[in-house]
């Protein structure tokens, strides 16, 4: 759920100054589409709570009432793109290489992006297992991007991910996402297609981009059809 600096000050009960100024001062997190700014209800509500700055309690329930939409996995694909051969002796630098190949607006800080990326795998790694990593970010909110994406990267070279089968990993999703609500339905989308062994299978074989694309649209099919059908994919 999108709101206006207009409606956010309506939420907080203060003028637009106020929040123009938190925006500008204080990190409230900001979204610029065709020159305009946009807010993110979650977002906001988790910026106002974890600064105990009253909102609200409107601002929550609207925006559970309005869930967040993404696009289908394979537009999200499309958007991202799928980058072959990528080269990378190690983690570190097959990260680095992700991140210079990434489809981000020229203002973002490709060498912070990477250090966040660093310190999200100290944490634990994000090998998923079966050959296939998800790096991301824990806050997407750092990368300011309007619209979501997620990217394939499919190595020329198998690379140790530290991953919880200790396989190397060959294939690496990449997932940029304007808000924390479209990051986790991306990622529950994502989650939901590698379970298909079919497409793992395509992605271990390097299949060409047109294979790969109509698997993730069938798969995209069967999901919209899961909540009425209850179809498991195989």
């Known amino acids: 759920m999108q709101i206006t600096v207009r409606e956010a000050a309506t939420y907080f009960d203060?003028?637009?100054?106020?929040v123009r100024r938190w925006i500008a001062e204080r990190?409230?997190?900001?979204?610029?589409?065709?020159?305009?700014?946009?807010l993110n209800a979650i977002e906001v509500w988790e910026w106002a709570v974890a600064r105990g700055i009253p909102v609200s309690r409107s601002l929550l329930d609207e925006a559970r009432r309005?869930?967040?939409?993404?696009?289908?996995?394979?537009q999200l694909l499309r958007a991202g793109g799928i980058h072959r051969?990528?080269?990378?002796?190690?983690k570190r630098a097959t990260l680095a290489n992700i991140v210079a190949r990434l489809r981000l607006p020229g203002e973002i800080d490709r060498s912070h992006l990477l250090a966040i990326l660093e310190a999200r795998e100290a944490m634990g790694s994000t090998g998923v297992g079966d050959g296939i990593a998800i790096p991301h970010?824990?806050?997407?909110?750092?990368?300011?991007?309007?619209?979501?994406?997620?990217?394939?990267?499919?190595?020329?070279?198998?690379?140790?991910?530290?991953?919880?089968?200790?396989?190397?990993?060959?294939?690496?999703f990449m997932v940029i996402s304007p808000?924390?609500?479209?990051?986790?339905?991306?990622?529950?989308?994502?989650?939901?297609?590698l379970r298909d062994?079919?497409?793992?299978?395509?992605?271990?074989?390097?299949?060409?981009?047109?294979?790969?694309?109509?698997?993730?649209d069938d798969l995209d099919r069967l999901g919209a059809e899961r909540p009425a059908t209850r179809r498991a994919v195989k």
């Open 85 to 90: 051969d990528l080269e990378g002796p190690d």
């Open 179 to 193: 808000s924390i609500p479209a990051h986790l339905r991306m990622l529950a989308q994502l989650g939901y297609a």
């Open 137 to 172: 970010v824990r806050n997407p909110i750092l990368l300011h991007v309007n619209e979501p994406q997620i990217s394939l990267f499919l190595l020329h070279h198998p690379v140790d991910f530290d991953s919880i089968d200790h396989k190397p990993v060959h294939a690496v």
């Open 66 to 74: 309005t869930p967040e939409e993404v696009p289908a996995l394979g």
């Open 27 to 38: 990190d409230l997190p900001v979204h610029r589409v065709t020159e305009r700014l946009h």
């Open 14 to 18: 203060v003028d637009e100054a106020t």
């Open 197 to 216: 062994r079919g497409l793992r299978e395509l992605l271990k074989k390097r299949a060409a981009d047109v294979a790969l694309l109509e698997r993730i």
